[in-house]
Structures are given as structure tokens and as C-alpha cells.
């Protein structure tokens, strides 16, 4: 069955960086994929995303000049390049493909000193 | 505060219909389409329905989506205490240029 599977999440200070990645396996990836978080206790956002040839991106004004999306079609692999981190970015971050319809199981990134 | 607008909690007893609303403007659901997310607790949302397409195999038909307007709603028929859980519209927005989802409604079966 068709899976996607993101890395990368951790603890970082104020002010860091992380790079979350997401695997696709069994499934089509020539989509638009997004990221999409939830902090705790909280509902969903949608973060960014990315159009299937990379030439098109849309971001979250919360986190335009601080995140990068981008995508490796060869690998069939995501990526969110985080910078300049805030205590607000402490969520769960989901990958997920087109209408997300299908989602990764999340990683955790926790911002705090 | 979402830029859709959910009820924050819903509650019926087994084998109710019940209804989920979902509010917002021309640029987002007026003009786009909605999709309906379940999620349990500690796992990843699963799609439901999108009002432009049918269910994803494997969710029941009791499940449905509608959308007049600038709302959408979910339905669910013959409510089973398993669809305890979670449940977001989300649509694009085409004035933020991007996707926009409600603040969720906590579904209870009594």
C-alpha cells in the first residue's frame, strides 16, 4: 500500500533550523504536495506547497521568507526547509499529496530554548 | 480564528443523521470545492469526501458532502460510536492563494 513517510522533526531553539523530508513509496507523486501542521491541542494548517514540476509554490503568510519548500521528483521526496524558527512553529507537521488525500504520519518539531 | 467557520462540537446518539457546517466566503468554498477530513487522536487526518468527486475507497457512503454557496456541509447517516473524532472542512482560497481549513468540530456520540 502506497505510504507517505516524513523525517526530520526534533527539538530545536529559537531562531534554528530543520529540514523535514518526506519519502512517497507506492503511490503517484506527480501531484501538488503540501505540508500541513497541527500544534498541539489544536486544529490543522496548511503551511505550503508545491506544483508537480516545482515551477509554482505557495506559502502560509506566517511563515513567507522563513520556509522553503521544494521537492526531488527523482527521488519522490519532499522537503521544508525551516529557518529563523519561532515557538509558534512547534506543531506536527504532515506531509500530504493533491487534496490530501493522503497523508504522512507527522514528525514533531518542538521550538524551544 | 479559521478562515472557515465550524461549529466547534457536534453530538448525536447511534443512528442519528447528523450534519457538519462549514462557512466562508467567494474566494474560498464559493468558488472552489470542499473536502472533509476524520481524524482520531495521535493519528493523521484521512479524507472523507471532496464535494467535486466521490468517497475514496474504503469510506463508508454513509458519509456524504454538499456545498450551496459559500457552505458546505458534511453528513453523516447512521451515526456509530466509532466516528467519534475530529472532522475539518478545507478548501482553497483564491484571494490568499492557498489552502484555508475550519477550526474542527469535535464530533460525540451520546
Known amino acids: 500500500e502506497g505510504q507517505l513517510v516524513e523525517s526530520g522533526g526534533g527539538l530545536v531553539q529559537p531562531g534554528g533550523s530543520l529540514r523535514l523530508s518526506c519519502a512517497a513509496s507506492g503511490i503517484s507523486f506527480n501531484y501538488w504536495m503540501s505540508w500541513v501542521r497541527q500544534a498541539p491541542g489544536k486544529g490543522l494548517e496548511w503551511v505550503a506547497n508545491?506544483?508537480?514540476?516545482?515551477?509554482?509554490?505557495h506559502y502560509v503568510d506566517s511563515v513567507k521568507g522563513r520556509f522553503t519548500i521544494s521537492r526531488d521528483n527523482a527521488k519522490n521526496s519532499l522537503y521544508l526547509q525551516m529557518n529563523s524558527l519561532r515557538a509558534e512553529d512547534t506543531a506536527v507537521y504532515y506531509c500530504?499529496?493533491?487534496?490530501?488525500?493522503?497523508w504522512g504520519q507527522g514528525t514533531m518539531v518542538t521550538v524551544s530554548s | 480564528q479559521s478562515v472557515l467557520t465550524q461549529p466547534p462540537s457536534a453530538s448525536g446518539t447511534p443512528g442519528q443523521r447528523l450534519t457538519i457546517s462549514c462557512s466562508g466566503t467567494?474566494?474560498?468554498?464559493?468558488?472552489?470545492?470542499v473536502c472533509w477530513y476524520q481524524q482520531f487522536p495521535g493519528t493523521a487526518p484521512k479524507l472523507l469526501i471532496c464535494t467535486n468527486s466521490q468517497r475514496p475507497s474504503g469510506v463508508p457512503d454513509r458519509f456524504s458532502g454538499s456545498k450551496s454557496g459559500t457552505s458546505a456541509s458534511l453528513a453523516i447517516s447512521g451515526l456509530r460510536s466509532e466516528d467519534e473524532g475530529d472532522y475539518y472542512c478545507?478548501?482553497?482560497?483564491?484571494?490568499?492563494?492557498?489552502?484555508?481549513f475550519g477550526g474542527g468540530s469535535k464530533l460525540t456520540v451520546l
Open positions: 467567494n474566494s474560498n468554498i464559493g468558488n472552489n470545492y
Open positions: 508545491i506544483k508537480p514540476d516545482g515551477s509554482e509554490k
Open positions: 478545507a478548501a482553497w482560497d483564491d484571494s490568499l492563494r492557498g489552502w484555508v
Open positions: 500530504a499529496r493533491h487534496t490530501f488525500d493522503v
